[in-house]
């Protein structure tokens, strides 16, 4: 039996089954739970109430727009990343991501992961004309993406060159400079291997994890 459950989000499948080992069981999530954060919160604490069968439980997750906000476990500790996003996640490291973020404050980043949930501009514009038109669909875009500057590509688990040349036609569509980042699966692999530094936290029973943990 695995001593520890990874419950992650789809979007992470490719970097999370490259850094799985025999201790760890693992489930993903859909990727849309993302879009309500309090629907997020309830599904992973219906999934930690669930589980009698480990101590441990690792979440493939940041503080996801307050969706991790308010975990706790009477039985399992909590290990939750410390950071605000998957982002952070994919790309290594939160300075990683400061850097970048500094760099360019507009940049909308995509990945494999996030490409194959259909978590991108380009499909939400799809989704956007079946529902209200072209017209609207190419309103809300202008507005939804006003302050954006860039589409960078994360880069970690292999190289997909058509999830690539779609990043470059997301960018192409929008209007916005394309970049790629070379991504890393080291935070990933910390939480599996449980390397457990400041980069994360970690909730004993009887704890909750809030807020101001991710601060």
């Given amino acids: 039996m695995s001593r520890a459950k990874l419950f992650a989000c789809r979007t992470l499948e490719d970097e999370v089954n490259t850094s799985l080992n025999d201790t760890v069981e693992c489930e993903f999530l859909e990727y849309g739970l993302h879009n309500t954060p309090a629907k997020l919160q309830q599904e992973l604490q219906q999934k930690i109430d669930a589980d ?17 906000a308010g975990l706790h476990s009477d ?26 973020f500094f760099k360019c404050p507009g940049t909308y980043y995509l990945s494999s992961g996030w490409i194959r949930q259909q978590g991108d501009p380009l499909s939400s514009y799809r ?20 302050n ?38 080291g935070y990933v692999q910390n ?16 704890k909750t994890v809030l807020l101001e943990d991710f601060m």
């Fill in 52 to 68: 009698s069968q480990h101590d441990l439980i690792l979440l493939g997750y940041g503080l996801c727009s307050n969706g991790t």
């Fill in 75 to 100: 039985r399992h500790t909590l290990i939750i990343p410390r950071v605000h996003d998957c982002i952070s996640l994919l790309l290594g490291s939160r300075e990683y991501y400061q850097q970048e």
């Fill in 127 to 146: 989704r956007y004309c079946d529902k209200y038109g072209e017209a609207k669909a190419r309103m809300f875009m202008e507005l939804e993406y006003a």
């Fill in 148 to 185: 954006y500057k860039r589409i960078a590509f994360i880069q970690t688990v292999g190289e997909r060159q058509e999830d690539l040349e779609y990043s470059r036609s997301v960018a192409a569509f929008l209007g916005l400079e394309h970049t790629v980042l070379q991504g890393s699966t």
């Fill in 191 to 206: 939480l599996v291997d449980g390397k457990w530094d400041e980069e994360f936290l970690v909730i004993h029973p009887g």
